[in-house]
């Protein structure tokens, strides 16, 4: 059977619109500053701008389901996410607001499948750009855990992180933090939600206690007790 042509159109037109309605219009762009360097050729031959374009897309989608924000109206007021692979900074990746910089030194020299790196990398990068932070009063070392959580979730945990029940404190960051929420979490599904929920006004300790019952110091004592200390 063959349409008219306006119907077409119309039915193009409303599949843009539902698209946009679910993505709440965010944009996504990648850009390589330096295909010249060892690192940038890399990134060139075994990621690719188009694939980390696709995986700012996916990375902001999961992270909305994570976070528990089908409506646009629940997140932070983005609009667009980008990434720039640049030749050198301080940290294999950083994330000033919605602008992500990929260390081209560090896809140079690393050694596993950098594809695989670099997708996890910005799915921890990406994060940062939605997540809360408690109006800058939440400690560093849980919003790098929340970012490495998502990660973790997302299936992106690279083998080199600790294992379950390790680490010296709940808020020591990064792979520790990230174990400890994935415990939390299983005490109550959707935990890590309605943290990052609450973080959006401001921040404190006591959280853990409203969300679980529990504080804090006791949930990493109960956690570390459950893999033997």
Not at 117 to 142: I, P
Not at 195 to 210: E, H, R, T
């Amino acid at each position: 059977m063959k349409f008219p042509a306006s119907f077409v159109l119309a039915s193009s037109i409303l599949v843009v619109v539902l698209m946009a309605a679910t993505s709440g219009a965010v944009t996504f762009d990648a850009t390589n500053s330096v295909p010249g360097t060892d690192g940038g050729a890399r990134f060139d031959r075994d990621v690719g701008v188009d694939y980390a374009k696709q995986v700012l897309s996916d990375a902001s989608s999961f992270i909305w389901g994570t976070f528990n924000q089908p409506n646009p109206d629940d997140r932070k007021p983005v609009d667009s996410v980008t990434l720039a692979v640049v030749d050198s900074i301080s940290a294999p990746a950083q994330t000033s607001g919605n602008a992500i910089s990929l260390s081209a030194q560090y896809v140079a020299g690393y050694s596993g499948d950098v594809k695989a790196e670099a997708t996890g990398v910005l799915y921890h990068e990406t994060t940062h750009v939605w997540q809360w932070d408690g109006q800058g009063r939440a400690n560093g070392g849980l919003i790098e855990g929340i970012a490495d959580y998502v990660r973790l979730k997302a299936g992106y945990a690279p083998g080199h992180w600790v294992k379950p029940g390790q680490g010296d404190r709940w808020d020591q960051g990064y792979d520790v933090t990230a174990r400890f929420l994935d415990y939390c979490d299983s005490l109550k599904p959707g935990f890590v939600a309605e943290l990052n929920a609450k973080m959006k006004d401001g921040y404190s300790d006591g959280f853990f206690q409203d969300i679980l019952g529990k504080d804090v110091q006791q949930l990493w004592q109960d956690y570390k007790a459950q893999y033997g200390g």
